[in-house]
């Protein structure tokens, strides 16, 4: 497993009972986990210095119930990286913290690269991987179909003071977009997709991951660059094993001087375990 162990304004204070009990910069948050099904001795409900904590219902979904003063966002830092973080809908806050094991590798291989480096962020979200990429020094073209997530990525890049003139925001369909590069001839160095499990178009087109994926994997080296550096994908899909990302990458891209590595990612706890939070599979020049 691959940790995001170098947070300060993040950490995970406790775990159990299918919740972890979370440390926001100066907020405390309680949120629902379906990896952590061990039990703990800590009253997390009650913990003396929570804000909000996420209620499930049992027909799906939930909602957040407030408990001390809190602002409505606020902005968490990684190093040099600034995101703005805000409780949203079904539990999320706008950034998933685990993904910074992945932003310092990619980091480190665009700044090794020694040469210009463009990057399409496909499932971008709200823009981790996009502000990292930038902070490197390259390109990148973030493409989401949610418009408003792609808003707080464009917050993001402000707040991190990087992607003016190197940026391209689109809201977008991830395949619509990527056939039409193809005809356009536009290639990337670098592909990162974290496509969701499950999910519907605006035409009522059925996406699953199990299904898609491979076909998606596919198009995209079409689009990538006579001299690629790397292609991440990230999956959170329950019962993917990091070895099913390696095998779509190992049949599908280029043989010669580049590595595979495939893993799980996961954050530190202050009760000395590592919380699993999906996989990932990072094809990359050696």
Same mark, same amino acid.
């Given at each position: 497993?691959?940790?995001?162990?170098?947070?300060?304004?993040?950490?995970?204070?406790?775990?159990?009972?299918?919740?972890?009990?979370?440390?926001?910069?100066?907020?405390?948050?309680?949120?629902?986990?379906?990896?952590?099904?061990?039990?703990?001795?800590?009253?997390?409900?009650?913990?003396?210095?929570?804000?909000?904590?996420?209620?499930?219902?049992?027909?799906?979904?939930?909602?957040?119930?407030?408990?001390?003063?809190?602002?409505?966002?606020?902005?968490?830092?990684?190093?040099?990286?600034?995101?703005?973080?805000?409780?949203?809908?079904?539990?999320?806050?706008?950034?998933?913290?685990?993904?910074?094991?992945?932003?310092?590798?990619?980091?480190?291989? =665009?700044?090794?690269?020694?040469? !210009?480096?463009?990057?399409? +962020?496909?499932? /971008? %979200?709200?823009? $981790?991987?996009?502000?990292?990429?930038?902070?490197?020094?390259?390109?990148?073209?973030?493409?989401?179909?949610?418009?408003?997530?792609?808003?707080?990525?464009?917050?993001?890049?402000?707040?991190?003071?990087?992607?003016?003139?190197?940026?391209?925001?689109?809201?977008?369909?991830?395949?619509?977009?990527?056939?039409?590069?193809?005809?356009?001839?536009?290639?990337?160095?670098?592909?990162?997709?974290?496509?969701?499990?499950?999910?519907?178009?605006?035409?009522?087109?059925?996406?699953?991951?199990?299904?898609?994926?491979?076909?998606?994997?596919?198009?995209?080296?079409?689009?990538?660059?006579?001299?690629?550096?790397?292609?991440?994908?990230?999956?959170?899909?329950?019962?993917?094993?990091?070895?099913?990302?390696?095998? =779509?990458?190992?049949?599908?891209? !280029?043989?010669?001087?580049? +590595?595979?590595? /495939? %893993?799980?990612? $996961?954050?530190?706890?202050?009760?000395?375990?590592?919380?699993?939070?999906?996989?990932?599979?990072?094809?990359?020049?050696?």
């Amino acid at each position: 497993m691959v940790l995001a162990d170098k947070w300060s304004d993040y950490e995970i204070i406790a775990t159990g009972d299918g919740y972890k009990l979370e440390r926001w910069k100066d907020v405390t948050l309680l949120r629902p986990d379906p990896q952590v099904i061990w039990k703990t001795d800590v009253d997390m409900f009650n913990y003396k210095g929570l804000n909000a904590k996420y209620i499930r219902s049992e027909t799906g979904g939930g909602r957040w119930e407030h408990l001390k003063p809190m602002p409505d966002e606020w902005v968490v830092s990684y190093g040099e990286l600034k995101f703005k973080i805000k409780p949203m809908g079904f539990k999320h806050t706008g950034l998933f913290p685990e993904q910074a094991a992945n932003w310092e590798k990619m980091t480190s291989l =665009i700044k090794n690269a020694n040469r !210009p480096i463009n990057v399409l +962020n496909l499932f /971008a %979200y709200t823009g $981790g991987a996009t502000v990292a990429c930038l902070k490197a020094g390259a390109s990148v073209c973030h493409v989401d179909a949610a418009k408003g997530m792609v808003e707080r990525a464009g917050e993001n890049c402000r707040l991190s003071g990087v992607g003016e003139g190197k940026v391209r925001f689109i809201i977008d369909d991830c395949l619509k977009f990527v056939q039409r590069e193809i005809r356009r001839g536009k290639k990337y160095d670098a592909i990162i997709m974290d496509p969701p499990s499950f999910g519907r178009g605006p035409g009522g087109e059925t996406w699953k991951i199990e299904n898609e994926l491979y076909n998606l994997v596919k198009i995209c080296t079409q689009v990538l660059s006579d001299n690629p550096l790397f292609f991440l994908i990230n999956s959170y899909t329950t019962g993917f094993q990091p070895q099913v990302l390696k095998n =779509i990458l190992t049949l599908l891209m !280029p043989k010669g001087n580049y +590595n595979i590595d /495939a %893993y799980e990612v $996961g954050l530190p706890t202050n009760e000395n375990v590592a919380l699993p939070c999906g996989c990932s599979g990072l094809w990359y020049e050696i």
